[in-house]
């Protein structure tokens, strides 16, 4: 049963990087079709999608943090990542990490998902 | 149109049938899915595709679309399904992007 499990800093200070990740286990990340993404949801608020990443290293970015966002993949691990520059109060939120999978179309549904795990940005 | 709109909050009574909404141009062009979210806990697939399952998910929930609107319909609503619902879809402009609705709150009285 595939599992994915986030990682990283709880605490991070305005202005600085967030860096997550996300390890995927009872799977290959190198599956064809599936791509892997990062969904943020801050509290009692909505699920915002920030990015997805296929094995190869091709990405689709949400345009409105496009210019602060980077996803990378280390196949080598299995792992994904998710890097946030110049955050601030506003990027607070449980971040969540799925599997991005395809129809008929990339990007369709995220099934399943990972825990989540709350970054909190303050000094 | 990068938006899909849901009502805040739906309420059923136990047993009976509900449908959650959500709106968007996208919807025209690529399915909406559906996730249920419980306090504490993160989303889970409940509809993707036209209208699939995923396994583990009750027969009681099925997907539709008509037009720009998709729905979740919840046939004899019980009350382990009072959650909040998002959908979410492929947005039909520019270059491919996802887009989630708002979520509803849905009560099961």
């Known amino acids: 049963q595939l599992q994915l499990q986030e990682s990283g800093p709880g605490l991070v200070k305005p202005s600085e990087t967030l860096s997550l990740t996300c390890t995927v286990s009872?799977?290959?990340?190198?599956?064809?079709?599936?791509?892997w993404g990062w969904i943020r949801q801050p509290p009692g608020k909505g699920l915002e999608w920030i990015g997805s990443?296929?094995?190869?290293?091709?990405?689709y970015y949400n345009p409105s943090l496009k210019s602060r966002v980077t996803i990378s993949v280390d196949t080598s691990k299995n792992q994904f990542s998710l890097k946030l520059s110049s955050v601030t109060a506003a990027d607070t939120a449980v971040y969540y990490c799925a599997r991005h999978l395809s129809g008929d179309y990339v990007l369709g549904w995220f099934d399943p998902w990972g825990q989540g795990t709350l970054v909190t940005v303050s000094s | 149109s990068s938006e899909l709109t849901q009502d805040p909050a739906v309420s059923v009574a136990l047993g009976q049938t509900v449908r959650i909404t959500c709106q968007g141009d996208s919807l025209r062009s690529y399915y909406a899915s559906w996730y249920q979210q419980k306090p504490g806990q993160a989303p889970v697939l409940v509809i993707y595709g036209k209208n699939n399952r995923p396994s583990g998910i009750p027969d009681r929930f099925s997907g539709s679309s008509s037009g720009n609107t998709a729905s979740l319909t919840i046939t004899g609503a019980q009350a382990e399904d009072e959650a909040d619902y998002y959908c979410n879809s492929r947005d039909s402009s520019g270059n491919p992007q996802v887009v989630f609705g708002g979520g509803t709150k849905l009560t099961v009285l």
């Open positions: 009872g799977g290959s990340i190198s599956s064809s079709s599936y791509y």
């Open positions: 990443i296929y094995y190869s290293g091709s990405t």
